[in-house]
């Protein structure tokens, strides 16, 4: 079965700093990988996501995310957060073909970028 | 185009009374899903519907819950009875075959 890590539970930055929050997997066989973004109060909303192709996929608002299978790591990056980052970003798995369009979601981050 | 449509947004009952959640898709998206969010915890899914087929309900607690997708649109699910710990928040999504994934709003339920 797959599963998904999100090692850090809290950050909290000022703006303009650069964040970068870890994502590891363990699934032997070939994944599609995403980012979800949830702001207070409302529905979570797909960042980005990786297929296949370039490794380093860029996202919607300035993100980013760099898939390396070696790691099995799909790190999201944001060179410059604003205020309106604050948010709780989940990494999510969907082992291809496997069963089906079934996703597998990690604890999530809470990110409070302070002004 | 409308999002995914989940009602009511919260609801508040006593345990060992019925619940239900309903959710309208995307229109045109043939898979939907019921995940469940604790709080602090990522979603887990519940069951996943291919139309009007549960394709995978492996991690819904059969004894108490229970989904239904008649027409291949709309979805129910259903809680009975609640027990406190089911107090959690209850996200349903839609998409096309093998596509991204939209999610609702959820819907936050209180079991006291």
């Known amino acids: 079965a797959q599963s998904v890590s999100q090692h850090n539970h809290h950050v909290i930055l000022s703006e303009a700093a650069s964040l970068e929050l870890g994502c590891n997997y363990s699934?032997?066989?070939?994944?599609?990988l995403f980012w979800y973004v949830q702001y207070p109060g409302q529905h979570l909303q797909l960042l980005l996501k990786?297929?296949?192709?370039?490794?380093l996929v860029k996202g919607i608002k300035g993100f980013e995310a760099e898939f390396i299978k070696s790691k099995f790591s799909f790190n999201l990056r944001k060179p410059s957060v604003q205020w309106s980052d604050t948010a709780e970003y989940f990494c999510?798995?969907?082992?291809?073909?496997?069963?089906?369009?079934?996703?597998?979601f990690g604890g999530g981050t809470r990110v409070l970028v302070k002004p | 185009e409308a999002g995914v449509v989940q009602s009511p947004r919260y609801k508040i009952i006593e345990k060992k009374q019925p619940v239900a959640f309903w959710c309208n898709p995307i229109?045109?998206?043939?898979?939907l899903y019921w995940y469940l969010q604790n709080l602090g915890q990522g979603p887990e899914l519940l069951i996943r519907?291919?139309?009007?087929?549960?394709?995978?309900d492996s991690q819904l607690p059969k004894d108490r819950f229970s989904a239904e997708r008649l027409k291949g649109v709309d979805s129910t699910l259903k809680i009975q009875p609640a027990e406190l710990g089911d107090s959690a928040v209850y996200l349903c999504?839609?998409?096309?075959?093998?596509?991204?994934?939209?999610f609702g709003p959820g819907t936050r339920l209180t079991v006291l």
């Open positions: 999504a839609s998409s096309s075959l093998e596509g991204e994934q939209f």
């Open positions: 699934y032997g066989g070939t994944v599609n």
């Open positions: 990786y297929f296949s192709g370039d490794p």
């Open positions: 999510a798995v969907n082992a291809r073909g496997a069963a089906g369009n079934k996703l597998t």
């Open positions: 229109s045109g998206h043939n898979t």
């Open positions: 519907y291919e139309n009007e087929e549960a394709v995978d």
